[in-house]
């Protein structure tokens, strides 16, 4: 009997096949979720260490029901997942879903030569166009 050969399959990035605009509507409420100041610091605060509701309010200073009204867009997004322990949840990163934004914009500037280069530049090195934009 012959023995079956290894079959290699390589998986891609299905952002690949998006266009412009369905990237951007997929990026869109993850971005949104992350743009106020306390959701990031919570965000912040979480990547350091999983946390309870009572850590969150001490860490920030907020109250109970403010921490958890910020706590539900970043678990609607899927960038903190709630963890029952106990009495309380436990709030933990979702690595990989805070990754594809990441991915998407690390992507952008890799696709052109011009741009790689004028990302890697510092401030000094930049034509003067670019540094008053």
Known sequence: MARPSKLRVAVSDPAQWLSESERAQMLAPKLRAL????RLTLILLIAQRSRTVKELQEATGLSQTLVS???APLREQNLV???P???SNQYVMCCQT???PLRMFASLAATDPETVAACL???AEQPAAV???
């Open 131 to 133: 540094q008053s934009a």
């Open 85 to 87: 322990k106990g009495r």
């Open 69 to 71: 009204h910020h706590l």
């Open 121 to 123: 530049q510092t401030g």
């Open 35 to 38: 743009a106020d100041e306390t």
């Open 81 to 83: 997942e709630a963890i």
């Open 98 to 100: 805070l990754a594809e």
